[in-house]
């Protein structure tokens, strides 16, 4: 399956990358078996994110998928992003391979985590 064009553009301009300095929560969590990495940063305004970024280390689905969740999550809110699912991030970039299906879960397991240290808090 070849990527699609919006796969290339996020892979190319990666949106909300790097730090977000005042973050309220951040998570990082690690794909155990191929080393992959994604640290979500999210800034509340209540119950809703008003900015999230990302900061990824692994292959290039990973960085996407970093792009696309953090482009989505900015402005949601908590119930919105609750139901977020590996399969929209997939739909977002227009597909992915089966063997890189582990990007999107990668992503969806982070921002659960990060919604789970928010409801700590």
Partial sequence: ??????FKDHLANPR???ELPDADIVIEEIN????????LSLRWRGEVIEEA??????????IV??????????????AQAER?????IVSAIGGLPARKHHAAALAIET???????RAKV
């Fill in 65 to 78: 998928c970093g792009s696309v969740l953090t482009e989505r999550l900015s402005g949601m809110s908590r």
């Fill in 53 to 62: 970024r990302f900061l990824a280390y692994g292959c290039a689905p990973t």
């Fill in 32 to 39: 155990p078996v191929c080393g992959d990495r994604l640290r």
């Fill in 16 to 18: 909300r990358a790097g």
């Fill in 84 to 88: 977020l699912t590996r399969q929209d």
């Fill in 111 to 117: 921002l659960r985590a990060a919604l789970e240290a």
């Fill in 1 to 6: 399956m070849p990527y699609s064009e919006i």
